[in-house]
């Protein structure tokens, strides 16, 4: 409940290094992911920003702060593509993002992915809270060409073509 997260050493069992400080999330953290170097870490939270973090420095590299519109709401799901290139992104209401790790840049946003009309039918009919709805989860191919969403509402999931952004399969 500190908005921070932890590094441990799988070994010892002892703290390697805490990511908090004055750049750090404001809110709890949701999501966490290493990237397959150990060079970085990605956190997403409560504060509706995912941030990458200097696995070693403990240091934040990157703000997403515009990853998503202050309505998308927390961040519930990261991933790094294995080639280390990409971070991904979900959101409450079901929007995935695609960002360039060495930039903190936006590439795009995977179509089809946001239900926004289904979100708020949701909303107003008072259904959910905090986190029990969005895009849950996000995981690439072991090729890193596709990604894979999941969607706690419509109890799918859906796969992307990461290049293209292009919906495959449901």
């Known amino acids: 409940h500190d908005n921070t997260a932890i590094i441990w050493d799988t070994t010892t069992g ?3 290094r805490t990511l908090t400080g004055e750049n750090g999330h404001t809110g709890f953290i949701w999501a966490v ?3 397959f170097n ?3 870490v990605i956190t997403g939270g409560q504060d509706n920003v995912a941030k990458i973090w200097n696995a070693n420095t403990g240091k934040v590299i990157f703000t997403l702060d515009n ?3 202050y309505y998308a709401g927390a961040i519930l799901s990261v991933a790094v593509s294995p080639v280390g290139n990409i971070v991904a992104t979900g959101t409450e209401d079901f929007t995935v993002k695609l960002y ?3 930039t903190g840049q936006a590439i795009k946003t995977l179509s089809g992915s946001t239900s926004r009309e289904k979100m708020k039918s949701i909303r107003v009919g008072g ?3 905090g986190v029990s709805r969005g895009a849950k989860a996000v995981e690439f191919s072991a090729d890193g060409d596709f990604l894979l969403v999941g969607n706690s509402i419509e109890f799918t999931s859906k796969l992307y073509h990461v290049n293209s952004g292009s919906h495959v399969l449901t």
């Open 14 to 16: 002892a703290v390697e």
């Open 33 to 35: 992911s290493f990237s």
């Open 38 to 40: 150990g060079e970085y």
């Open 67 to 69: 990853c998503h519109d």
């Open 100 to 102: 360039g790790i060495s």
């Open 127 to 129: 259904i959910g809270g």
